[in-house]
C-alpha cells in the first residue's frame, strides 16, 4: 500500500472534489433520482465547495480521495467520505478514518 497522508484541502481542490464525488455517487443518484443533479451545473457546486470541510486523500503523491468532516466541541461528524473507484477495497478508507477516530479521542 502506498503512503497515505490526509490534507486539508484548499480552494484549488474544488474540481477534484467534485470529480471523485461525481465518480463515486453518481450511479447511486441516477438510479435513485432518474439523472446527476449535481451535473446540472458543476460550476456552482464547485463553487459551493468548502475547503475547510474537507481533506483530500492521498496515496503517495496521488490524490485519491475527499473527507468532508466537522469538528464540534463534543463530537466530530464525518459528513462524506469518498474514493476514486480505482482505489477503493485498498484500505485507504480505513486509514482516513482511523485518523479522524484517533483525532476525536485525544
Not at 15 to 33: C, D, H, I, L, P
Not at 95 to 101: D, E
Request: charged content about 25%; aromatic content about 12%; hydrophobic content about 45%.
Amino acid at each position: 500500500m502506498p503512503d497515505f497522508k490526509l490534507r486539508l484541502a484548499t480552494a484549488t481542490d474544488a474540481s477534484f472534489a467534485f470529480k471523485v464525488e461525481e465518480n463515486a455517487m453518481r450511479g447511486y443518484a441516477e438510479q435513485t433520482w432518474g439523472r446527476w443533479l449535481l451535473g446540472e451545473d458543476p460550476q456552482a457546486a464547485m463553487s459551493a465547495f468548502e475547503p475547510h470541510r474537507h481533506r483530500i486523500i492521498e496515496a503517495g503523491e496521488t490524490a485519491v480521495g475527499i473527507m468532508a468532516v466537522d469538528y464540534f466541541d463534543d463530537q466530530i461528524y464525518i459528513a462524506k467520505l469518498y474514493l476514486l473507484e480505482d482505489y477503493r477495497n485498498a484500505g485507504l478508507g480505513l486509514l482516513a478514518l482511523n485518523t479522524v477516530i484517533a483525532q476525536a479521542n485525544s
